[in-house]
């Protein structure tokens, strides 16, 4: 799929403008090729995905960021990944560090106060967001990458959003996916549904973040869902007046049983980001790149 965005629709682009493809039998087409991948690609684990880049801290916007590269520079435009709440670069990407690495320079990080970016522990001002965005392209702008794609998963979907919209000149590419552009009023309900992380998470999220954060998990993720709440009443928007802005090619992605992004936001942002285009894996859930990882990355 990414093949497609990065590679693909450039040779293609004449192809789109003429309405071949239209943004709706996008999705039509990237199936086509997915029928035609094959199989056998091998994973590696965080570990496999650092011996092949960094893994340091860097100096970004006053922080000390914990930055994960894997690849060499000058194989493709870099691709920077932006993870999702709680997340980090090696916990939420490490597919792409690992599975992308031999066609481009990649790039991820643990957003301030997350990961090993800390401390201090991750607070959630009302323009947390924003301030991801900006130190994904400090970051990107340190390393030396004056252009470059960007993948954004949830949290960090829309903060790369942000980032496409403020940085058109540096953007080149974007792909979304587990991605809303506001906050309403069964969002609230679902993530305070998932408040408490003992009863409500699985195990298997349990035991990867909880690795992570410890005893600070329940009162990170609590301050996480509060400010959910506090974003709604204030009038949920997230990222929708900087999805307007946004002009470089871009690729929103969606699980079709996604438990925490109802199909209605993927499709507001296919209506308001121009030209973009959508496609939804079937039976996919929130971790499509993970789970799919095989076909994401191709």
């Not at 690609?41 to 893994?55: D, H, I, K, N």
């Not at 058109?168 to 679902?190: C, H, M, N, W, Y």
Request: glycine share 10%; with cysteine.
């Amino acid at each position: 799929l990414l093949g497609l965005l990065w590679g693909t629709l450039v040779g293609e682009a004449a192809m789109f403008r003429l309405g071949v493809f239209s943004r709706h039998a996008f999705g039509g087409a990237i199936a086509a090729s997915a029928t035609a991948m094959t199989a056998g690609r091998l994973y590696g684990s965080p570990s496999s995905a650092e011996s092949s880049g960094t893994a340091k801290h860097m100096d970004i916007n006053g922080r000390q960021l914990f930055v994960v590269t894997s690849g060499k520079k000058g194989d493709g435009l870099p691709i920077l990944c932006i993870p999702g709440a709680m997340g980090t670069a090696e916990v939420d990407f490490e597919y792409q560090l690992d599975g992308l690495s031999s066609r481009y320079f990649v790039v991820s990080f643990d957003p301030r106060g997350y990961g090993k970016s800390r401390p201090p522990t991750r607070r959630f001002p009302r323009n947390f967001y924003h301030l991801d965005a900006d130190d994904g392209a400090a970051i990107m702008e340190a390393l030396g990458c004056e252009v470059f794609n960007v993948i954004g998963w949830s949290d960090g979907a829309i903060s790369a959003a942000i980032l496409a919209s403020k940085h058109p000149s540096a953007v080149r590419k974007l792909v979304v996916f587990g991605i809303q552009a506001s906050v309403t009023k069964e969002d609230v309900e679902t993530y305070e549904s998932m408040r408490c992380v003992e009863k409500a998470w699985s195990q298997r999220m349990l035991k990867t973040l909880g690795a992570v954060y410890g005893d600070e998990l329940q009162a990170m993720w609590s301050s996480f869902c509060d400010a959910v709440k506090t974003i709604y009443d204030e009038g949920g928007d997230l990222c929708q007046s900087e999805a307007k802005e946004i002009r470089c090619p871009t690729l929103i992605l969606h699980g079709e049983k996604d438990p925490l992004v109802p199909a209605f936001h993927p499709q507001w942002l296919l209506d308001h980001i121009p030209g973009a285009r959508m496609y939804t894996f079937p039976g996919g859930k929130h971790n499509i790149h993970q789970k799919f990882a095989e076909d994401f990355n191709r």
